[in-house]
């Protein structure tokens, strides 16, 4: 089993930045694609970002392109997010890719989190 604690989330103002941390138990999560996916309020959960295990391949959802980086170090994920808007308010989940590239379909993740809540306010 891994565990995944995301962690960073709060309430900034339009404009501003957060830094949202990923922790996986395993060392699973070091040799697979580590994602980042969020749900907006009353919304499905949609894809944000993903990096391979290597951190040699990476995708963003053009929702967040130029705007969110992600990056690893082993087992853990970074998701530097600048330039927040409202439509970016959701609680954001750190997912273990099933294999060493991940793309922006849910079904190869396996292990997530409780979530990290973002809030931006206009």
């Known amino acids: 089993q891994v565990q995944v604690e995301e962690s960073g989330g709060g309430l900034v103002q339009a404009g501003g930045s957060l830094r949202l941390t990923c922790a996986a138990s395993r060392n699973t999560a070091s040799n697979n694609a580590l994602g980042w996916f969020r749900r907006p309020p009353g919304k499905d959960r949609e894809f944000v970002a993903s990096?391979?295990?290597?951190?040699?391949s990476i995708i963003y959802a053009d929702s967040v392109k130029g705007r969110f980086t992600i990056s690893r170090a082993r087992s853990s994920s970074y998701l530097q997010m600048n330039d927040l808007n409202s439509d970016d308010s959701a609680v954001y989940y750190c997912e273990v890719g099933l294999r060493p590239y991940a793309g922006r379909d849910s079904t190869g993740y396996s292990y997530w989190g409780q979530g990290t809540q973002v809030t931006v306010s206009a």
């Open positions: 990096i391979s295990y290597n951190g040699g």
